[in-house]
T-cell receptor
Framework: DSGVTQTPKHLITATGQRVTLRCSPR?????VYWYQQSLDQGLQFLIQ???????AKGNILERFSAQQFPDLHSELNLSSLELGDSALYFC??????????????FGNGTRLTVT | GESVGLHLPTLSVQEGDNSIINCAYS??????FIWYKQESGKGPQFIID?????DKRQGQRVTVLLNKTVKHLSLQIAATQPGDSAVYFC?????????FGTGTSLTVIP
């Protein structure tokens, strides 16, 4: 068990809808990362937060947004959903913000299916 | 963006044999590398890491080798077991970000 908790595990919704994915980082970790993993694709970085502030953005669509709350949990909001948004969404946490040699620890993901 | 690639998308080994999974990276400034294991239905699980000031690091049944000259990383698994069947990713830390390869699927044949 990595200590990172993601809910829900599965989500099925229709095109055009909006969903919220939730992540609780490991105790003591201040940094949260969101990744998307599609079939036969590697992990695509979406966005990173550190201690409540956005730290870096990757290939995140404008329809997607995220935030990290004072208690350090994070939410990823996906709106105007399209079929192509169907994927696994992973949250990872780390004790630090980036380049200091601390690994990411991943949750078990949320599987999103858009029909 | 960064490029982290894997030489082989699939690898099959006999139970008890040693496995070697390879990874190439493109950014010579990357100074921290990690191997992850991902089983079906689960998130990537940290296996072992190595910093760029090292060439080799050993864990329990796993060894990571880093060759900075050719920008190559490998994961060696000793006495491979059925429970080792999974997808293995390498990741490089460059700047504030981690870049992941697409993964190698390891199948252990009993």
């Amino acid at each position: 068990d990595s200590g990172v908790t993601q809910t829900p595990k599965h989500l099925i919704t229709a095109t055009g809808q909006r969903v919220t994915l939730r992540c609780s980082p490991r105790s003591g970790d201040l940094s949260v990362y969101w990744y998307q993993q599609s079939l036969d694709q590697g992990l695509q970085f979406l966005i990173q937060y550190y201690n409540g502030e956005e730290r870096a953005k990757g290939n995140i669509l404008e329809r997607f947004s995220a935030q990290q709350f004072p208690d350090l949990h994070s939410e990823l909001n996906l709106s105007s959903l399209e079929l192509g948004d169907s994927a696994l969404y992973f949250c990872a946490s780390s004790v630090a913000a980036g380049r200091n040699g601390s690994p990411l620890h991943f949750g078990n993901g949320t599987r999103l299916t858009v029909t | 963006g960064e490029s982290v690639g894997l030489h082989l998308p699939t690898l099959s080994v006999q139970e008890g044999d040693n496995s070697i999974i390879n990874c190439a990276y493109s950014n010579s400034a990357s100074d921290y590398f990690i191997w992850y294991k991902q089983e079906s239905g689960k998130g990537p699980q940290f296996i072992i890491d190595i910093r760029s000031n090292m060439d080799k690091r050993q864990g329990q049944r796993v060894t990571v080798l880093l060759n900075k000259t050719v920008k190559h990383l490998s994961l060696q698994i000793a006495a491979t077991q059925p429970g080792d069947s999974a997808v293995y990713f390498c990741a490089e830390n460059s700047g504030n970000q981690f870049y992941f390869g697409t993964g190698t699927s390891l199948t252990v044949i009993p």
